[in-house]
T-cell receptor
């Protein structure tokens, strides 16, 4: 199964700034997924990133707030822009794991102050 | 509107006993269900899955049961071990249309006491 390296593991950021989260996969994958888990809530899909095309965003998420890059088949970044305290969450990247389920990165715990 | 619900935020059981975690869903298009386990400071780890054409899937100490008519699934852990203490997420997808999006529940914190 794929191994995902995600960084940073955590960060504390000032409101109004931006943070870029990186995910590196040890094998080539077509789709990469970005999730958010707000405190006490379920994991919510932000967007699906395909290499060579624009990311597909879920309802309630927009590219200006969460720009995504997918320069190749093993790497993706998610930027949380113009942060506010409401953006404090755990952000996770994920790839499809064979025919069953998905493999997740270890997550980025973001606190906006 | 939550399509996947885990109504018990927490569950505590004794080591050696059975743990039963429950999950309900509302979307009849869901045809594939998964359970993930999450330790603090780690990402969710795939545990077990079940297709809607089955009503049971077993993997060692873990068994998932699916009741399609009730739109309900459960994860049984027997016997429970202290290392099973983690947050368990139920997830579902509608794979019939090649849509691999996962919809998650809020999770249940399982504590297994020695």
């Amino acid at each position: 199964s794929a191994v995902i390296s995600q960084k940073p593991s955590r960060d504390i950021c000032q409101r109004g700034t931006s943070l870029t989260i990186q995910c590196q996969v040890d094998s080539q994958v077509t789709m990469m997924f970005w999730y958010r888990q707000q405190p006490g809530q379920s994991l919510t899909l932000i967007a699906t990133a395909n290499q060579g095309s624009e990311a597909t965003y879920e309802s309630g998420f927009v590219i200006d707030k969460f720009p995504i890059s997918r320069p190749n088949l093993t790497f993706s970044t998610l930027t949380v822009s113009n942060m506010s305290p409401e953006d404090s969450s755990i952000y996770l990247c994920s790839v499809q794991r064979g025919a069953n389920g998905y493999t997740f990165g270890s997550g980025t715990r973001l606190t906006v102050v | 509107d939550q399509q996947v619900k885990q109504n018990s935020p927490s569950l505590s059981v004794q080591e050696g006993r059975i743990s039963i975690l429950n999950c309900d869903y509302t979307n009849s298009m869901f045809d594939y269900f998964l359970w993930y386990k999450k330790y603090p400071a780690e990402g969710p780890t795939f545990l077990i899955s079940i297709s809607s054409i089955k009503d049971k899937n077993e993997d060692g100490r873990f068994t998932v049961f699916l009741n399609k008519s009730a739109k309900h699934l459960s994860l049984h852990i027997v016997p429970s071990q202290p290392g099973d203490s983690a947050v368990y997420f139920c997830a579902a997808s509608a794979r019939g249309g090649s849509n691999y999006k996962l919809t998650f529940g809020k999770g249940t914190l399982l504590t297994v006491n020695p």
